[in-house]
């Protein structure tokens, strides 16, 4: 479904849903932000363990970019050839329903703490 870019008759249905029924980042629903916050720090802690060719530390970060442009449709209902989001941390493009607000009070929410490299 998502190498067809929900291209048929189901997987349109399910995109629907994917989109419709399901919360997401950046609404101020403490059980779906605190999954993104996890996947993040998991993933700074991650990239953290490796070194570059020169002996530094990769630097994670959590932005998008053009190049995020080109990659395939994904479980969130996203089409192929659609950006991520505005940027940074913000929520997938369209989803942040509860409006700026909720992405501003989630970031600066005490229960997550920057993430920094040690």
């Known amino acids: ?12 249905k399910i995109r629907a849903r994917l989109i419709n029924r399901f919360e997401k980042y950046g609404n101020d629903i403490d059980e779906v ?12 802690k991650e990239v953290e363990k490796y070194r ?16 995020h442009v080109p ?3 994904t479980l969130d209902g996203r089409f ?8 940074g941390l913000s929520p997938m493009l369209g989803q942040d329903r509860q409006g700026p607000t909720a992405v501003r009070k989630l970031l600066s929410a005490p229960q997550h703490p ?4 040690s």
């Open 1 to 12: 479904m998502l190498k067809a870019n929900f291209a048929s008759e189901d997987g349109i």
């Open 33 to 44: 932000d605190n999954i993104s916050a996890d996947l993040l720090r998991y993933y700074c």
């Open 52 to 67: 570059n060719p020169r002996g530094g530390l990769f630097p994670p970060g959590s932005y998008t970019v053009s190049a």
């Open 71 to 73: 990659l395939g449709a």
């Open 80 to 87: 192929a050839g659609e950006q991520l989001a505005d940027g």
């Open 114 to 117: 920057p993430i920094t490299l």
